[in-house]
């Protein structure tokens, strides 16, 4: 039956309200809801939460007016955690949900669409007569996508009709494509973008010939260097030394060469913005066509590029780039393992996966990299940069979609080599376009807000860090002190605790149509460059980057972009975010599916996070995160300090906080929520 809403009448709701007055006390902004139900509206004036059950039947992402007023009680009550003001729609402007998808059911003579997205708290309902479900043959429990045709409303159910059958949900993930509906993941291509991808043939030796202004580089040694399993390859790198000190060589794939600015493809990649990468699969920018095939910097295949060349003195300091068209040909495709191992002379030179004849030049070509890298990472130390300690798990799956284990993945000389080039050409190309005035969706990060950074303060002295002169310029947003801080911390119990405080007090990084510096990169200027197969804004850098060299910044096509630009870095901020967080919830759903199997398996890992109804626990082997909630760590009372991110036992004083070390006991697992519980070990029966 409907989760909410009642039976449906006649009446038709429009998409779009007209005619509405704006009275002063209202305010316009757009509705953001959580999976858990909970909401604020983002305004001019700032963001507000939402009042539970005051959504007036507004959906994510609508745009709406509403009235702030002060909850009732709240802090009159003692509750501390009460908001000041909260929000109430009074009306939907703008409808940001036209489909949705869900499961199928039949509430006789009625059918009934529960969305699978658990934004939406509505079900809606398939009028009698509709004949949708029968056209496409969809029966009880199939996966369907539904098209709204009414909004729900006080006293009203919504309504709309079937769009098309995904599938027998007991043969789908339904967990996983709750994920994908939950962050509006765009799964199917449009026919018009399919057509023009089917059309594009790689064309590398005719556009050499007929374009004088393209490097000819098919014969230098440049290979890739991605993980063992990635497909899409939209980099390479080659390097030497020079009497002066080194050439680092950064290639990158031609893509804005294939999509055309307000191509039926390119507007596909404006609303995706990025490729999504979740535990089984990847939901991609550009169609497969492209990031498999005619862009990826396949070995032994010519392909058409845009390189950075880098020169560099024998102390890695930077005196040149140049950008330019280019054309390569890979002569490996090389794995981090294989690297690593190479490095580490676990893999001789000859094992090297390499073109005939360029193995050792490939192999010197590593050292070199691997060079330039240490000698990058201490330049880039003594400028500010602040390098957190973090690690990333991702959990590998058999050919059915089930877990069978874990890879953690951490720095190493292999991902440094690579992540070094990748930031000089990033950096190289940015200083470029803004030194030009131009411009272009450049990667900003800015500097944290000093009230944030104090109020990491008591958290990090009690931890025996930041006393006296370092404390205040850490709180002034100093990166040398914030790099002192965690130099302080690092290899000590409350390494984990000060790397998460300080990670927490910065600002996200986002896209702006104007350079504003990067300050974790401690970067006077920043962009994304090196990777247009999986995101939108390295493909809007190119087309800058090619009217710079072009001398056609002054074109109509380089006018519509920056005029659109605002908008699209909004989106791609807005689609990034989307993205980042389906594929972290996508691994929580598989990791609680793997340790499903795993009950009262006992296991070693480090608080990293205590909230008020439990503590937060990492796993060492595997980077899992389960909560031990609060009843489970004593029959006592245990009172949570906020600022301190403690949780106290009032009886026996043991204190619970990130970087505490503890034994636990899987007890509990809910894959279709991502969910892990765990017991401290001395405290199981």
């Known amino acids: ?383 500010g940069a602040i390098d957190f300690a973090t690690k990333e798990s991702k959990v590998q799956l058999d050919e059915d979609g089930h877990p069978t284990g874990v890879t953690v993945r951490e720095r190493t000389h292999a991902t440094s080599l690579i992540e070094e080039a990748m930031l000089m050409a990033n950096e190289g190309v940015a200083r470029m376009l803004s030194d030009a005035g131009l411009q272009s969706t450049y990667r900003v990060h800015e500097q944290p807000s000093p009230d944030d950074l104090k109020a990491t303060l008591p958290i990090l002295r009690e931890l025996g860090l930041a006393g006296g002169d370092l404390g205040a310029r850490l709180a002034l947003g100093d990166p040398h002190a914030i790099q002192q801080v965690l130099a302080d911390a690092e290899g000590t119990t409350g390494e984990f605790l000060a790397n998460s405080v300080l990670l927490r007090a910065q600002r996200r990084a986002i896209y702006l149509p104007d350079n504003e510096g990067h300050y974790a990169l401690g970067a006077r200027a920043y962009c994304h460059f090196t990777s247009p197969i999986r995101r939108y804004p390295d493909v809007l850098v190119h087309r800058t980057l090619k009217a710079y060299l072009d001398g056609t910044v002054d074109s109509k096509e380089q006018h519509d972009i920056c005029r659109r630009l605002s908008q699209l870095c909004r989106t791609c901020s807005e689609r990034e975010r989307a993205a980042d967080g389906a594929a972290r919830d996508s691994q929580k759903i598989k990791m609680a599916e793997l340790y499903a199997d795993r009950l009262g398996e006992l296991a070693q890992g480090t608080v990293v996070g205590v909230e008020r109804f439990g503590v937060f626990v990492m796993l060492d082997d595997t980077c899992a995160e389960g909560l031990i909630p609060v009843r489970s760590l004593g029959e006592e009372w245990f009172s949570y300090d906020e600022a301190r991110m403690t949780l106290t036992g009032d009886e026996s004083g043991t204190v619970w906080r990130a970087g505490r070390r503890v034994k636990v006991v899987v007890t509990k697992a809910k894959p279709e929520r991502g969910q892990i519980d765990f017991v401290p070990a001395e405290t199981r029966c």
Request: glycine residues 8%; aromatic residues 4%; hydrophobic residues 35%.
């Open 1 to 383: 039956m409907a989760r909410g809403g009642s039976r449906p009448h006649g009446s038709r709701h429009r998409k779009r309200s007209s005619g509405t007055r704006k009275a002063p006390n209202l305010l316009t902004g757009v509705l953001r809801v959580s999976g858990s139900g909970r909401a604020e509206v983002e305004t001019a004036e700032g963001s507000f939460p939402v009042a539970r059950g005051g959504f007036n039947g507004a959906m994510s992402g609508d745009t709406v007016q509403v009235t702030l007023s002060h909850p009732h009680g709240g802090h009159r009550r003692g509750n501390p955690d009460a908001p000041h003001v909260i929000a109430r729609v009074r009306h939907v402007l703008v409808r940001s949900v036209e489909s949705f998808v869900g499961t199928y059911g039949v509430a006789d003579p009625l059918g009934v669409v529960a969305p699978l997205d658990q934004r939406i708290t509505h079900d809606f309902f398939v009028l009698e007569g509709d004949g949708s479900a029968e056209r496409l043959g969809v029966h009880e429990g199939d996966l369907v996508q539904a098209r709204i045709l009414e909004y729900p409303s006080r006293g009203t159910a919504g309504i709309a009709t079937i769009q098309r059958r995904i599938g027998d949900s007991v043969d789908l993930d339904l967990a996983m494509e709750e994920v994908i509906a939950s962050y509006d993941l765009r799964t199917e291509f449009p026919e018009p973008a399919l057509e023009e991808a089917r059309a594009i043939r790689n064309d590398a030796a005719s556009v050499l010939a007929a374009q004088k202004n393209r490097l000819d580089l098919r014969d230098h040694c440049t290979f890739t260097v991605d993980p063992a399993d990635a497909r899409d390859f939209d980099d390479a790198v080659g390097a030497r030394r020079t009497e002066a000190g080194f050439e680092v060589e950064v290639h990158i794939a031609d893509v804005s060469h294939y999509v055309h600015w307000d191509s039926s493809i390119d507007n596909e990649a404006k609303l995706r913005t990025c490729s999504a990468y979740l535990a089984d699969r990847v939901i991609p920018m550009l169609p497969e066509s492209l990031c498999n095939d005619v862009c990826s910097l396949r070995p032994d295949e010519d392909r058409l590029t845009m390189s950075v060349l880098i020169s560099l003195d024998r102390a890695g300091q930077v005196h040149g780039v140049k950008a330019t068209r280019s054309a390569i040909r890979s002569k490996a495709r090389l794995s981090y393992d294989q690297v690593d191992a190479y490095l580490q002379g676990r893999l001789p030179l000859g094992y090297l996966p390499c073109a005939e004849g360029y193995v050792e030049e490939v192999g010197e070509a590593i050292h070199v990299l691997d060079e330039v890298a240490q000698l990058r990472l201490r330049r880039r130390h003594e400028r």
